[in-house]
Structures are given as C-alpha cells and as structure tokens.
C-alpha cells in the first residue's frame, strides 16, 4: 500500500473537521481573521530520501523552506509564520547547526516569513527536518483541488522535470543550474499566489511528478485531465518521449498546476505577463476519470507509476 491508500484508510475517518478539507490539499484551514482565512501546512525532509548526504546543510535547509512555500502560494496565500523540527544526529555539529540556519535564514527573510518556535531532538539516525508554515488566503478561501471543471484549461508555471534532471546532474556531480534546482528548488515568484486566488478553480504544486499530481486534481475534482506532452515546458530540450514520462513522473519540480475557466485566460495570462511569471498552456480538463497525454494528436500510454510515492 502506497502512503495515499494508508491515509484514505486509516486518517481521513479521523480527521472529520471541515477545515481538514478531506486531506487532500497539502493544506488545512485555520482560523479566519479579519485579515482572511488563515491555512498551514507542514512537510518534512529526510536525509537519504528527500536531499543526499551531501548535499550542503544550507541549501537543505533552503529546499526545506520552499516546499512548504509552494504548498501555501498554490493556494493562494501568502506565508507567514512558522515552527522548526529538527530531529539531528548525534554527529551533528554546531558548524553544521550554523550552516543550516543561515541557509533557513535567508529564506526566511526573502519571503518576509516570522520564526515562532519548533523543537529540536537528538538522534542515532539520519537528519529528519520538519516545518510547519502558516498563510494568509488573498481571496475568501483556499484554493483546493476539487474545483476543476469540463472546459477548463490546465496550466503550469515554470519548467517540469528540473528536479529529476537535477538529481541525476548532481549523482554525475555536474555544476549545473538544474543541479542547483535539485538543491535549492526555484519555485514561484510569490505573486503567483493572487493570480492563482483570482483565477484558478483548481490547484497544486507538483511535488510527486505532473502526472500525478494532475491525478490529485482530476479524482478531486471527478473529472479527467488531459495533457499535451508536446506543449509541456520541458526542463530538457527536446526529449525523447520515454524522456517526457520520466520528467514528468518523477517530482521536486514544486511548480504550480491549476486550471483555468476557459473564458478567463487570456485575462490570466495578462496578470501572468505582467508579473514576468512563465505560465505554459498544457492541456484541458475532460469529462471521465484520471489522467491522459497524448503527443502530436496521437495518444500516449501512461507508466504505471505516475509520480514518487512513499
């Protein structure tokens, strides 16, 4: 069983709060304020499954932070606040702790996000880094999966498939800008999170892999996407299409995918343009169940394994 079937069978009849949204949204609602509806999220890192041993403490540290930035701005909110778990091995130094913390400082700062408090414990395994992130909706909700429609046009910002690129330049250790995206993900500029607010009926940040992550929108919202491998921008040029499925299976891009009311795109790309954010047309929302691909017209045969799964 994968870590969504433990969850569907032995969290989701637990968590039956309402702003737990049915946890299948990265994301759960808080309290509203008369600023807006707060949400928060929290993700955690290990060493040897989510960064490699090697990889420099403040770049850790850094990824840390944005994949918990691109699960609040995907929703269209704005970061805030957040808490720390560090679980460090009992090799762990105070270089090392030093190193770390400027890497969580600088990321901190950029996004203008306030450090409130956290944990921090000793173990005799691997480096496991955890925070919580708090944010503040731009419009009156949160926007959830579950809200795509037929007609509707899928869009994703950015490039798909700089972190399997990535992961593979740094293995061959090439010094690289997608070995860098690997290290240190260039998610979103933070404005996209009004756009999204404003525009989108359904998001996500593409975490897992652009299939699967489709897949969350699609069963969320019961329907079918379609996507058009040749209109995906590639962090590759001119892949193969054994290529394209890898890129697009394979996750740590943390992009945002959200579709769009078809009438309202031309005004989206306007926001978009004015922003200087990249946002690419690359599919459609369908009637029927799940994802499909095809590729100059012609349909494509998804793998089986469309994303990372725990």
Known sequence: MSEFDWIDRYLKP?????????LENDIAKLRREPAGQRIATMDTLVEGIHFLKSDPLETVARKLARVNVSDIICKGARPEEAFLSLALPDTFSEED???????LRKDLDQWDIDLLGGDIVRTSGPLVVTLFLTGLCHGPEPVSRAN?????VLMVTGQIGAGTAGLEHVRSRQQTALAEHYRVPNIPDIEIAAIISHYASASIDVSDGLISDA?????????????DLGRVPWALSSPSLERMLALATGGDDYQTLFTVDRDRVSEC???????GISATRIGEVVSGAGVSAYLEGEPVTLPAKSGYQH
């Open 148 to 152: 795509a429609a037929i007609g509707d």
């Open 14 to 22: 637990i968590a039956t709060s309402p702003n737990a949204m049915g």
């Open 97 to 103: 702790f030093a190193a770390f913390s400027g890497g």
């Open 215 to 227: 897949a969350h929108i699609a069963k969320s919202s019961d329907v079918s996407i379609a996507i």
């Open 269 to 275: 790309h306007g926001a978009l343009e004015k922003t």
